[in-house]
């Protein structure tokens, strides 16, 4: 018994250090999941850069799982609205994603919170019994300003993303 106790903590430590390691690869950048959570029925994954924490990041990549309570273009709108409350000077802007692209609705903000400015692109994709929504955001110091082609690139790139190649959810919290 002792033995089969030793083999399933192994078994468990290995699954976790899995979790914890799981990398993608978005937009040139490889991001480590650092966050996964449940709530009710929505379930979200966020991923940083190797070297960064998940409080601390310059650049940031989520997906979400939300039950199928609303369209993806009523989601981008509540997030905007939400966005242009919470962050002044947010002009947080939702859209119907680009024909050719593999969404239903985007928004776009700029998030300022004390010394750290923030750049937000989401997409929202509708599915028949669940919405799933990309996040990818970059942090720069307060004092700086975006590079405009830079945010330009990210967003017609991100735009392109597949949102099937990246939606594996897992529910675990690694960090």
């Known amino acids: ?14 699954l976790i250090s899995a979790v914890a390691n799981e990398t993608k690869q978005i937009l040139g950048n490889n991001f480590v999941l650092k966050y ?7 379930y979200f994954n966020e991923y940083v850069m190797p070297n960064e ?22 989601s981008a709108k509540g997030l905007a609205q939400m966005a242009n409350s919470r962050y002044d000077g947010a ?10 692209s593999d969404c239903n609705a985007m928004v776009t ?6 010394s750290i400015k923030e750049f937000n692109v989401w997409k929202y994709k509708d599915y028949p019994d669940r919405i799933l929504a990309n996040q990818y955001a970059i942090r720069v110091s307060a004092n700086k300003n975006f590079d405009s082609q830079n945010i330009y690139n990210i967003v017609r790139d ?5 949102m099937e190649d990246v939606k594996n959810i897992k529910v675990d919290n690694p960090n």
């Not at 903000?109 to 004390?114: D, L």
């Not at 991100?158 to 597949?162: E, G, P, T």
């Open 36 to 42: 996964s959570a449940k709530d009710g029925g929505h």
């Open 91 to 100: 002009d947080a802007q939702f859209t119907a994603c680009p024909k050719n």
């Open 109 to 114: 903000f700029t998030a300022y919170n004390g």
């Open 53 to 74: 924490t998940y409080n601390n990041w310059t650049k940031l990549f989520s997906v979400y799982e939300f039950p199928k309570n609303s369209t993806a273009m009523q």
């Open 1 to 14: 018994m002792k033995k089969f106790s030793i083999l399933v903590l192994l078994m468990f430590g290995v």
């Open 158 to 162: 991100f735009v392109k993303l597949n």
